[in-house]
C-alpha cells in the first residue's frame, strides 16, 4: 500500500502545487485541494487490494495462535479451516468460503461503480 501512495504522490507535477501558491493556498489548502485528489485513485485500489489481502489473510493468524483462546482469534478464512480439515465438515466449509467470496466480489463491484462513475464525470 505505501509503494502505491508513493507512486501516487511522484506522479503529481509541481506545476499544480506552484498554481495553487500563487493562489494563496497554504500547506493545509494545497493537501486538501492538490495533493489528496490527486492520489485518490492510487490510494483506492491499494485499499482494495489491501482489503483483499487482509480478509483472506490466514498464515501468521493460524501459525501464532491457530484461533486459542476459545476461538477468540479465528477470522472467517481460519474458521472455515478448520472446520473444513479438523472437523471434517466440508458442506459448511464451502458454504462459508461462497460467502467470503461474495464479500468480497461486493466490495470489488462497489470498487469499480465508484471508478466508472468518476470516469463519466471526466
Known amino acids: 500500500m505505501a509503494f502505491c501512495v508513493l507512486a501516487g504522490l511522484q506522479s ?8 495553487a501558491t500563487v493562489d ?9 485541494h492538490v495533493t489528496i485528489p490527486l ?3 492510487s490510494l483506492t485500489v491499494s485499499t482494495v ?11 501468521i493468524i493460524y501459525t501464532i495462535t ?6 477468540k482469534t479465528d477470522t472467517m478464512i481460519t474458521f472455515l479451516y478448520m472446520r473444513a ?4 465438515q466440508k458442506g459448511p466449509a464451502t458454504a462459508l468460503s ?5 464479500i468480497l466480489c461486493i466490495v470489488s463491484g462497489i470498487y ?3 471508478t466508472m462513475r468518476k470516469e463519466k464525470n471526466l
Open 112 to 114: 469499480m461503480m465508484i
Open 66 to 71: 491457530k484461533g486459542a483462546p476459545a476461538n
Open 39 to 41: 492520489v485518490m485513485p
Open 85 to 88: 480439515f479438523y472437523d471434517q
Open 12 to 19: 503529481i507535477d509541481a506545476a499544480y502545487y506552484e498554481a
Open 49 to 59: 487490494l489491501n482489503i483483499i489481502y487482509v480478509f483472506n489473510s490466514f498464515p
Open 98 to 102: 461462497v460467502i467470503g467470496f461474495v
Open 24 to 32: 494563496g493556498a497554504g500547506a493545509w489548502k494545497k493537501l486538501r
